[in-house]
């Protein structure tokens, strides 16, 4: 295991289940500023779930999850948890997409309108948009945009909102091939400019590979029911990443080499 002074996320010996069967066992993940940390495995594994408990949606069992050494379940830890979930909507459909992307801040600021906020909060829900590349429809209602745009307002809005801890789950899904090789380079950037924390779950594995610093495959736990995290495979791709690297062969050996993990836990 990595070193535990420096991390920002670290989740030790969680246990969890939704009614009598064990579906997560002894999950052990720790991040540290400015690294992207991918989870992988089949459906059903748990990978969204994993993703609750460390946004603090769920409460585990067993085991703690900190963020910067306090507990998640703390209020004020989990605003520093920018959460997108697999799935989820939740754009305001009266507001256009800055006023969505200014929303989290509203509320922490108890404000109604962007006119409200100060410089610097506006400027940052501008930097979102454009990282998220959906500033030129910044004054468009949520109705008024495509699936994948709507996706690139969602990851605006939690870009926006400064969180220490950036939970992805499927959250590129629906973007187009060539807008979503954009996006990991102006997210690669961000991230590492920031010293966020980013949990990046896919089953795109190339997407895993490009933006990935490590990556944990979900095994099937050796001591009893459920699953857990195997250890970390090092994605040891050059920084900052391109696209030209997508037909690198050290790409695709990485790619290979989580494929077959992959296929090794669906067919046991
Ligand atoms: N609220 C719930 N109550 C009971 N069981 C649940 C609940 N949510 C998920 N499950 C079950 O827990 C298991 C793991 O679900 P989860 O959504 O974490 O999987 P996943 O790895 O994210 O899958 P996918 O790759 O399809 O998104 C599944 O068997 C699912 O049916
Ligand atoms: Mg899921």
Redesign the pocket.
């Known amino acids: 295991m990595r070193g535990i002074a420096q991390n920002m996320l670290n989740v030790s010996g969680v246990e969890f289940s939704?009614?009598a069967k064990s579906?997560l066992s002894d999950i052990n993940l720790t991040c540290r500023p400015g690294e992207i940390v991918g989870i992988v495995?089949?459906?059903?594994?748990?990978?969204?779930?994993?993703a609750k408990l460390t946004a603090g949606v769920l409460k585990p069992q067993n085991g703690e999850i900190h963020i910067g050494g306090a507990q998640v379940l703390d209020a004020a830890r989990r605003q520093e948890v920018g959460f997108l979930q697999?799935g989820a909507e939740g754009l305001l459909p009266f507001l256009t997409v800055y006023a969505n992307t200014a929303m989290p801040i509203l509320v922490r600021k108890g404000k109604l309108l962007i006119r409200g906020l100060d410089f610097s909060d506006r400027r940052r829900c501008v930097r979102a948009m454009r990282t998220a590349r959906i500033d030129h429809a910044s004054r468009s209602r949520p109705e008024h945009l495509s699936g994948g745009m709507r996706a690139r307002a969602l990851i605006a809005r939690a870009l926006a909102q400064s969180p220490k801890i950036l939970i992805m789950?499927?959250s590129f899904s629906g973007i187009d091939e060539a807008m979503c090789e954009q996006l990991y380079i102006d997210m690669e950037r961000f991230v590492k400019k920031l010293g966020l924390v980013c949990l990046l779950?896919s089953?795109r594995l190339s997407e895993i590979v490009f933006l990935c610093d490590y990556v944990h495959v979900?095994e099937r736990c050796p001591l009893g029911d459920g699953y857990t995290l195997g250890d970390p495979l090092q994605i040891t791709l050059p920084r900052p990443r391109s696209i030209e690297m997508f037909g690198d062969p050290e790409f695709a050996r990485f790619t290979g080499l989580l494929r077959s993990r992959i296929v090794k836990l669906g067919t046991e």
């Open positions: 939704y009614g579906l495995g089949p459906s059903g594994c748990g990978k969204s779930t994993l697999q789950d499927e779950i089953h979900f």
